[in-house]
């Protein structure tokens, strides 16, 4: 809606008409301080041919052909003929799916190696200017373990002990020493929040707001109100400019790093992930963003998602939930089911299965599979074209990346798995993994499955998986 | 396909219609059964079995006239399996200390600390996990997480149980003393792994002499080592090999350390966890240790556990050691599932075989449990702990169709299927599914 006045990260626009007298200031929100180094290799072109393909967006091929060049997928389909000279890889009895992407994930802080690193910054309730990706550590063994097992994009968030917890780093599985070099180009930046019981207890417990819901809202709402007239400031401040002259005199408005993460939400620059269980509560996060133009993009655990379908279709909320039998842990927690994953799927709201966890998310599929039998089970319309896009499509959308990957579709990215067998079957396991056409494992080539620095050992003992 | 959905048509059917526990003999046929014991598998198989044990097994049996009997089309039926350490039924939400028995913070219970008291045959989960095919259980309880300003080793006492609604749980009281060692033990004792081995040792020396002792007097020693009276009494059942020593334990050296000191001390182990139990796998096996592996973790936690590997389970057995599977790591205190899907996922991806994968989910696991005598098999005379199963067991879209606990029908929808059901129907009537 600002993005007239200012330049927003999509669109990096100008605010005078004539370009070359233009003087284009970037929204606060909007920058990109950290931008990503990744650059994928060029590699030459390959087919797969004879593979059953999940696209994640249609009906599934039998027999299938795709095709990667020049980083992408130049076409998919049954009737494809392969262009001389193109390496072919037989994949007869074999499935292909898009690269797995969790948009739940703390891969690479805090656990490895014993060392917690501080990513839940409990320091106080809103910590929005904090970016995550300055404690991730790229040398994590838990990254080739994600590539080995088939995930191609990762979102790791900030943990959850704060209302603002901070930006979400948003990575491509490739092997790099520096974060900088996995992070998906152009992508936006995730803000994570939270509501309910783990800022309620953590601050409570000393003495300090939030002790209750009640508390945290009103922290919540105070912060959307100064967002709100964060943007607005800047807003005129644009306008002021345009309106003078190059020699303006208008001061800028203080820079507030904590604003600049919740004004992006009201901008559409910072897509907002709100760690939330319970129904009631995220109906409260709802109307109080609604107040003041803040679009929360996704839920996340969100257990009780499945109480309303109709509001989280109507406000076109994403849900980035948990496999089948994930709860129970805490009170807001307790009213876990699974069918929830596949009730939101078949009332077409989009929904995500996540892991949160370093060992479950190599097994994505399993746990998807696994809703979808509950679901099927209880008599739901849900099948595995669904159920693969509960695992690539949707928290592709979740990032605001379905039009770079998430699917097998011309012109995207060939973030790509060759799998063993269905992938909804517990013996099902990655053969060949590609990230942007390049094939970063190959399961027959234990050469092609480095381990990482840290585990690099004079007793040659490591496993990757 | 087709025969399983009339199989679960009925499953439904009985669930909704008929009292869980009727006094009456079962009798299923046409089953393929894995015994997981002597009998090994049948074809085309029978088991007739009542309230109290399993009366005969085979084929071609004589099925007495009163007998319920429920065709299994041909699908698989086993002993349900036994999921070796977890805190299933003692922590109901782990988050809130008031309605978590998983562990204690006080000072004074340590190895005294029975999980037998803690159980709640109520607690939603159980049925979660009945509903995976599991059907016995070693609950263990954990070492308190939070801080610890008082040193202490010993989480407490362990018991075997039966997922069983409307009778006793407990099929073993003192079913091993919970340990913690290695890295995170020697936090727990002010640091330094020879401080916790020492510590021990001692405490063992106590719990010896205050049971030999007619007095029955605490020394100042046994007082300082943090140990009540109860504490003693439970640590002398190891000490007189009446009950293992259940050793949460990782690093490959912490592993060797451990079975000097047992066969020093003349004690019985298991190990709990040992995530790089592997590269010590023929000493663990030479020394006959068993081992609760966790299926799922590969990921080195720290520089004490760098081997970490999902080849952990296969190595240990292809050594020769016996193992059965705890819950999984991704949520160790409150993701209280069966392992066996991701049991499962090692079959093929690791060099665990089919068969090992069963035999550790169902009687290797029983024995762990102290309880392969009455369950973890198919035999004549055994508890009927039975599953029929949908389809392959270790797939992940298997389900049972039916789950026997001493030979009662018991029920597998969850709490979560009953709400989702609820929302369900309102979902339909507002418009917002079909």
């Known amino acids: 809606m600002l993005t007239l006045l200012l330049a927003s990260a999509a669109g990096n626009m100008a605010y005078a008409e004539d370009a070359s007298e233009a003087h284009p200031i970037t929204a606060p929100w909007a920058e990109d301080p950290y931008p990503s180094t990744y650059k994928p290799e060029t590699v030459a072109p390959v087919a797969i041919t004879n593979a059953t393909i999940l696209t994640a967006a249609g009906p599934a091929i039998g027999s299938g052909t795709l095709l990667i060049e020049n980083n992408k997928i130049r076409a998919v389909g049954a009737n494809i003929e392969v262009p001389d000279g193109w390496q072919v890889i037989d994949a007869s009895g074999q499935w292909v799916t898009p690269g797995i992407i969790d948009a739940h994930s703390h891969a690479g802080t805090a656990a490895v190696p014993g060392v917690e690193d501080g990513l839940n910054e409990m320091t106080g309730p809103n910590t929005a200017e904090m970016f995550a990706e300055f404690s991730l550590w790229p040398q994590s063994p838990v990254y080739p373990r994600l590539r080995n097992a088939g995930v191609t994009t990762i979102q790791v968030l900030p943990g959850s002990a704060n209302i603002f917890g901070g930006r979400t780093a948003i990575l491509k599985m490739v092997p790099s020493t520096t974060i900088q070099g996995m992070k998906f180009p152009g992508a936006k930046y995730g803000l994570k929040m939270v509501c309910g019981e783990n800022p309620t207890r953590v601050y409570g417990a000393q003495n300090r707001a939030p002790m209750g819901r009640s508390g945290l809202m009103a922290m919540m709402r105070k912060y959307f109100a100064d967002a709100a007239k964060y943007v607005e400031d800047w807003t005129g401040y644009a306008d002021k400019l345009a309106d003078e002259n190059i020699d303006s005199d208008a001061a800028a408005p203080a820079r507030d790093f904590q604003l600049d993460s919740i004004a992006g939400g009201i901008t559409g620059d910072v897509r907002i992930n709100t760690h939330c269980y319970r129904a009631e509560d995220m109906t409260n996060v709802l109307i109080t963003a609604k107040e003041y133009n803040v679009k929360v993009s996704s839920f996340h655990h969100a257990i009780e998602a499945y109480k309303i379908m109709g509001t989280l279709k109507e406000t076109d909320t994403c849900i980035a939930g948990w496999g089948p039998d994930w709860g129970g842990f805490k009170m807001e927690a307790y009213d876990f089911s699974s069918l929830s994953i596949p009730m939101l799927s078949e009332a077409g709201v989009c929904v995500a299965v996540t892991s949160d966890s370093d060992e479950t998310g190599q097994h994505l599929n399993i746990d998807a599979a696994r809703s979808l039998a509950a679901g099927q089970r209880a008599g739901l319309d849900v099948n595995e074209e669904d159920a693969i896009r509960w695992i690539t499509y949707y928290p592709a959308k979740i990032l605001g990346l379905e039009k770079e990957t998430g699917t097998l579709e011309v012109g995207k990215m060939a973030d790509v798995v060759i799998w063993s067998a269905n992938p909804f079957s517990s013996y099902a396991h990655p053969e060949k993994v590609f990230i942007d056409g390049v094939e970063v494992f190959d399961r027959s080539d234990a050469s092609a499955a480095p381990l990482s620095d840290y585990e690099i050992t004079p007793s040659d003992k490591g496993d990757t998986q | ?434």
């Open chain 2, 1 to 434: 396909m087709s025969l399983v959905k009339p199989l679960i048509a009925a499953c439904l059917a009985s669930i909704a219609l008929v009292p869980v526990s009727i006094a009456e003999t079962t009798a299923i046929t046409n089953a393929h059964i894995l015994t997981m014991g002597p009998d090994g598998e049948i074809q085309n198989g029978t088991i007739v079995f009542d309230q109290d044990k399993i009366i005969s097994i085979g084929t071609r049996l004589r099925i007495p006239s009163d007998a319920k009997v429920i065709d299994a089309h041909g699908q698989v039926v086993m002993p349900g399996f036994i999921m070796t350490g977890t805190s299933l039924g003692i922590s109901n939400l782990p988050s809130y200390g008031s309605l978590d028995d998983s562990s204690t913070n006080n000072p004074y219970v340590t190895a005294a600390y029975d999980v037998r008291y803690a159980l709640n045959p109520d607690d939603p989960q159980i049925v979660v996990a009945k509903s995976e095919g599991v059907t016995g259980a070693l609950v263990t309880p954990d070492l308190w997480t939070g801080s610890a300003a008082d040193p202490r080793m010993f989480a407490g006492t362990s018991t075997s149980v039966a997922l069983a609604e409307d009778e006793d749980m407990i099929l073993r009281t003192s079913a091993g003393i919970v340990m913690v060692a290695g890295t995170s033990g020697a936090s727990k004792v002010g640091g330094g792994r020879p401080s916790e081995i020492a510590l021990f040792r001692s405490a063992l020396k106590e719990a010896r002499s205050y049971t030999k002792s007619r007095k029955r007097e605490l020394s100042r020693s046994a007082t300082s080592l943090g140990l009540s009276p109860l504490d003693l009494e439970a640590l002398a059942r190891v000490a007189d090999r009446k009950e293992p020593l259940l050793v949460d334990v990782h690093n490959a050296t912490d592993i060797l350390n451990m079975i000097d000191i047992a066969k020093a001390e003349g004690i019985d182990l298991v190990l709990l966890g040992a995530n790089e139990g592997w590269t010590v796998a023929d000493q663990i096996a030479a020394a006959n240790i068993p081992v609760i592996v966790d299926p799922e973790v590969n990921v080195p936690g720290d520089l004490s556990s760098k081997y970490t590997t999902n080849e952990n389970a296969a190595r240990l057995i292809a050594a020769g050691v016996k193992v059965g599977f705890k819950a999984v790591h991704g949520r160790p205190f409150w993701y209280i599932r069966s392992p066996r899907s991701v049991v499962g996922r090692l079959v093929g991806y690791t060099d665990l075989s089919y068969g090992d994968a069963l035999i550790a989910l169902t009687i290797h696991g029983a024995e762990i449990a102290g309880i392969a005598d009455q369950t973890g098999s198919l035999e004549e005379g055994k508890r009927a702990d039975i599953v029929i199963w949908d389809g392959d067991p270790l797939e992940a879209m298997s389900h049972p169709a039916y789950v026997f606990i001493n030979g009662r029908e018991q029920n597998i929808t969850t709490r979560g299927e009953l709400l989702g059901k609820r929302y369900l129907e309102i979902a339909r009537k507002d418009g917002v599914l079909r």
